[in-house]
């Protein structure tokens, strides 16, 4: 993905924020555009919302934009989850290899 920005840009363009009522981002929901492999091999589905990653509040675009470039790097070890999917909360944990 770091090797052609287009294919980076569709992942970052299928996370969209989830404002609450005082208009501050509190996660991102999945509405995949693009980078269909991407999602499934990260177990994320149409509408998972992200709330955390490796305990990380997904609070602004940064954060997200950062997390997203360190996994296309294949720069973290460990990835832990925490999102909410049809109405539950889930957590997933993968080792990077």
Sequence with gaps: ????????LKVFDSLAPVY?????????????EGEA???AAADLRQNDVVRKVNGIEMTN????????????????????LELERDGASVKQVYEMR
């Design 1 to 8: 993905l770091l090797d052609q920005p287009e294919r980076l």
């Design 20 to 32: 609450n009522e005082a208009r501050a981002i509190e996660g991102y929901r999945v509405n995949i």
């Design 37 to 39: 492999d991407f999602f």
């Design 61 to 80: 675009r940064r954060r997200a934009e950062n997390l997203i470039r360190r996994f296309a790097q294949d720069d973290l070890d460990i990835v832990v």
